[in-house]
């Protein structure tokens, strides 16, 4: 299944999502996933969050994208949550469980899970309490 990451299937099952974490320790957050018509849960392994990393998604995600509006002479602002998430996502990953029978990762296990998948592991990592 690590061939290619399955997609995100359903984005609002709330009793996939832990309520709270030591920030300290290793975090497993289950994500329910379709992969060829089944349903698996799949559980992305983080390393311990520091400050420092968080500040730096922090200014990540408060970056702002200023590009042409629609309408002449104005400028429409964006900011970009979704690279700060995936960047933290790739900074704190240390593992996934339950994207096939593999006991072992492949060295680029990392680059073969999709970014919003790695995006929406990270926005329930950070909603809980």
Known sequence: MLENSPRVAEHNNSSLIPTEFDASAQQRVPIKVEYEGEFYEVHHVFGPIDNEDLMAEYAKRCTTILRSG??????????????????LWNKLAVGIEGMGDEEELPEDWKDRVEDEDKAYAIQQLLATE
């Open 70 to 87: 629609e309408v002449k002479g104005s400028v429409d602002r964006e900011s970009d949550t979704f690279e700060a998430d995936v960047w």
